[in-house]
């Protein structure tokens, strides 16, 4: 999604051009869903973290391209800030002991960037928000030096044809007044403080629709009890400040547009589905391209050749429009296959902590997927969405709907009835019983705790504050101990 751009402009003619071949690429999927052709190899995950630099006083470290210069490794690759760089996982199948061996990976890779960033003046920070940034790292200048990025921001603003509004209020932390975020920004640097673990799914055509559903019903839960984003711009706001920031940071719709329903770039979505296909047309019907390039390939040309289209106005086109569970059409080795990407959760706080929130995802997804009677059956869409916000503001706080339970905190809904569906899930995928209950112990110690990311840094925000610390030092000297207590490994509900 991150791919650049060959041109710096683009005019009228570029964007009807790429519009009647995005529906080409569309016709063109719609054919190989009927004529079949994808991977039907069993379940495969992938995951991307996103991950922040810092300096040694615990400030943004706009050195990405350095750092990336001295890792050398095709795994890692700019993100939209200076400040911020991207880890790609290699895929791997569902089964056995690879989440497992998806956990030594991580840390082996994170360790050994974290080593070689430090020739860079530099220190790598998996976390949801950056609780250090300020105003002035959020400025234009600071967009990584990849010409999409530019683009991007141009186009944005130019559809938009206004600053970006901020506004955010958060609950208070107890014994303390609620803070709110009022401001403005000029550029989509904002989006660069939001941080994601994005998880992958690999799905043949005819379960893709119940995967994303399920994916669906399961967002609030993974937010409430994953939430590590409660700190921007010096602000105690949201437990997981990254959904409205990524919503308000890309928004191309003035007030006028919002008032009318134009529905928003960052979307949940509005409905159920029955096809994949449905939320590639709703991408072609609702949503302008930003990036209007068009590639020479015809893929109806492809298909009758025997050939894969790559569809890469329609791919390109995907990556402007960042649902939180988002379509995937790839192309590996020659063969077409397809994949949810849930990208709901945040970076951190320690790479067990994230592996444990893949192997909860991965399997109450894969149970709610093949169920009798599917949830969303009995769950109105809008329940689900509103269970996202709730979760996110909330974490634990929160009382989100279920089907035949009613309106239960999100610690209760997972004890009582998602975690015995997650075990089922990975059993179910042929995941080794050692490693599932590994992983599913530390959401279950989680849950039991109420002890988050966020939940931690806001005690010991106000822990440093109660004894005297301004915002800013205490700020930073949460970091300092949040980025020693994460390269330990040792799951959040565990930190003192």
């Known amino acids: 999604m991150g791919q650049d751009v060959a041109t710096d402009t683009f005019d009228r003619s570029d964007r009807q051009r790429y519009r009647l071949k995005v529906q080409r690429c569309l016709d063109a999927l719609a054919r190989m869903l009927t004529e079949g052709g994808f991977s039907t190899a069993p379940p495969r995950i992938g995951l991307e973290v996103e991950l922040n630099l810092v300096d040694v006083g615990l400030q943004p470290a706009m050195a990405n391209t350095v750092v990336l210069e001295k890792l050398d490794d095709p795994s890692f690759t700019t993100e939209l800030g200076q400040h911020t760089i991207e880890l790609n996982v290699r895929p791997r199948p569902l089964c056995g002991g690879h ?12 360790a050994d960037a974290d080593t070689k960033a430090q020739d860079a003046g530099a220190g790598l920070v998996m976390i949801g ?21 530019a683009l991007l921001n141009q186009e944005i603003f130019a559809a938009r044809g206004e600053d970006m509004v901020l506004s955010v209020d958060g609950p208070a932390i107890p ?45 609030g839960v993974q937010v409430a009890i994953g939430a590590n984003s409660p700190y921007l711009l010096r602000k105690a706001l949201w437990h997981e400040t990254r959904i409205p920031l990524f919503l308000q940071a890309t928004d191309t719709r003035p007030e006028e547009l919002k008032n009318q329903g134009v529905r928003p ?6 409905r159920w589905i029955t096809s994949i296909f449905d939320l590639f047309e709703e991408n072609v019907r609702y949503f302008p391209g930003l990036l209007p390039e068009v590639d020479d390939e015809d893929p109806f040309a492809a298909l009758d050749d025997g050939r894969a289209p790559k569809l890469a106005e329609l791919r390109l086109h995907n990556g402007t429009i960042w649902r939180w569970n988002r379509p995937v059409y790839d192309v590996c080795d020659g063969v077409p296959h397809l994949r949810v ?52 503001r909330h974490a634990f706080d929160a009382q989100l709907y279920w089907p035949g339970i009613g309106w239960v905190p999100p610690d209760e809904l997972v004890l009582r009835r998602l975690l015995p569906m997650a075990h089922e899930g990975l059993r179910a995928c042929g995941v080794a019983d050692s490693v599932r209950e590994r992983y599913l112990d530390v959401i279950e110690q989680r849950c039991l705790t109420r002890r ?37 490994n040792t799951p959040v509900h565990t930190w003192p």
């Open 99 to 110: 989440i497992r061996e998806l956990e030594l990976e991580l840390e082996d890779s994170l």
């Open 129 to 149: 928000i950056l609780p250090t940034l300020r105003d002035e790292h959020l400025k234009a200048r600071w967009l990584s030096h990849n010409h999409r990025y």
């Open 452 to 488: 988050t990311g966020s939940a931690w840094q806001r005690e010991t925000v106000t822990g440093l504050e109660s004894r005297g610390l301004p915002r800013d030092e205490a700020l930073a000297t949460m970091l300092a101990r949040y980025r020693e207590l994460s390269q330990a």
């Open 265 to 270: 770039r960052v979307w949940f979505g509005e």
């Open 341 to 392: 990407e849930n990208r709901v959760l945040p970076a951190g706080p320690t790479v067990v902590d994230m592996i444990a929130n893949a192997a909860f995802f991965y399997g109450a997804q894969r149970a709610l997927a093949t169920a009798e009677r599917p949830v969303w059956t009995r769950m109105s869409f809008q329940a689900a969405e509103e269970n996202l916000f709730a979760g996110a």
């Open 175 to 219: 014994g303390q007044r609620r803070e709110r975020l009022r401001g403005s920004v000029d550029s989509i640097m904002a989006e660069a403080a939001c941080s994601s673990a994005q998880l992958h799914l690999q799905v043949p055509p005819e379960t893709f629709a119940a995967h994303w559903n399920a994916a669906q019903c399961l967002a």
